[in-house]
């Protein structure tokens, strides 16, 4: 698909006659005929297109290190314990109940339980979390890929924003922590729901049961404690606006490392 949309921009700017017109034409038509661009797209061919959209548009990857390189002691930020009764009586409960909503501007709204997370083919990596606050730590991270849970919901066109809505209450209780990430983050190849660091089930402490692992984004990005994802056309609607609990606060929303 690049190839065509690549050649057709070069038609465009070498601005050839009559004969490259009705070519351009046909080339259109091909184009609108193509799996990817109809409307309703099937989880594979979403998955698909994702994977294209990342290679096309050449993100960076995050470094990925040795093992020897990880941080004996990760440290923990923000929330370290959400302060919530219902989210306590999960976590007693090793989170047999939890279920992660996947819904919004999606073809098919699901919701996961852990088990179901903990199933799906699973990225480990090796990767640096850098806090504004300026202090890094290196861990291992074991999850499957958001894209993937995303191609089991498949997403509409008009999902421009992935929205992730947390248990911890903050500013005593009158916000919840939450964030939002845009689709070519979502698809990016490292971006991960990580259940497990270091190889042992998430602890409370790092975001139970799932969080949120970005590789080029910094730390207040990757919600933990993710209980509700939400697929939108605009963040504006959610919080005070600015698309995370501390975007509200001043940070900026694209925080690339
Ligand atoms: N739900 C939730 N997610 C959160 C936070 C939080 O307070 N609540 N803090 C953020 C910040 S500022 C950082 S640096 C990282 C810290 O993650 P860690 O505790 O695993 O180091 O989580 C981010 N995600
Ligand atoms: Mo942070």
Same mark, same amino acid.
């Given at each position: ?5 690549s050649t057709?921009?070069r038609?465009?700017?070498?601005g050839?006659g009559a004969?490259a017109g009705?070519?351009l ?13 109809r409307?309703?797209l099937?989880s ?5 297109r994702a994977v294209?959209?990342?290679l096309v548009?050449?993100?960076a !990857?995050a ?20 302060d919530n009764?219902k989210? +306590?009586a999960?976590?007693?409960d090793?989170?047999?109940?939890w279920q992660l909503r996947?819904?919004? !501007?999606v ?10 997370i903990?199933s799906m083919p699973?990225q480990t990596q ?6 504004v606050?300026g202090w890094s730590?290196?861990? +291992?991270?074991?999850?499957p !890929? ?7 919901v498949i997403p509409k ?9 947390c ?7 009158r ?7 845009d689709?070519?983050?979502a698809v990016?190849?490292?971006?991960l729901?990580?259940?497990?660091l270091?190889?042992e089930?998430l602890?409370i402490a790092?975001g139970?049961?799932?969080? !949120?692992r ?8 990757m919600?933990?404690?993710v209980?509700?994802?939400?697929l ?6 959610f919080g005070r606006?600015?698309?995370?609990y501390?975007?509200? +606060?001043?940070?900026t929303w694209?925080?690339?490392?």
């Amino acid at each position: 698909m690049s190839n065509i949309i690549s050649t057709r921009r070069r038609r465009l700017i070498l601005g050839l006659g009559a004969g490259a017109g009705s070519l351009l034409l046909a080339g259109c038509d091909q184009l609108s005929n193509l799996p990817q661009t109809r409307r309703v797209l099937s989880s594979e061919q979403w998955l698909t297109r994702a994977v294209q959209d990342t290679l096309v548009s050449r993100d960076a !990857l995050a470094p990925e290190f040795p093992r020897a390189d990880i941080a004996p002691v990760f440290r923990a930020n923000g929330t370290t314990d959400p302060d919530n009764p219902k989210y +306590q009586a999960m976590a007693r409960d090793g989170f047999r109940d939890w279920q992660l909503r996947v819904d919004g !501007l999606v073809e098919n709204p699901k919701s996961f339980s852990l088990q179901e997370i903990r199933s799906m083919p699973a990225q480990t990596q090796i990767t640096r979390q850098d806090c504004v606050e300026g202090w890094s730590c290196i861990g +291992q991270w074991t999850g499957p !890929l958001l894209r993937d849970v995303l191609a089991r919901v498949i997403p509409k066109p008009s999902a421009r924003y992935v929205m992730f809505f947390c248990a911890d209450p903050m500013d005593d209780g009158r916000d919840y922590y939450y964030e939002s990430i845009d689709m070519r983050t979502a698809v990016h190849p490292q971006t991960l729901l990580a259940y497990a660091l270091n190889g042992e089930a998430l602890p409370i402490a790092y975001g139970a049961p799932v969080r !949120l692992r970005l590789g080029l984004q910094l730390g207040y990005k990757m919600a933990k404690y993710v209980m509700h994802i939400q697929l939108v056309s605009s963040y504006r609607p959610f919080g005070r606006g600015h698309g995370g609990y501390w975007e509200d +606060q001043g940070y900026t929303w694209y925080a690339g490392i």
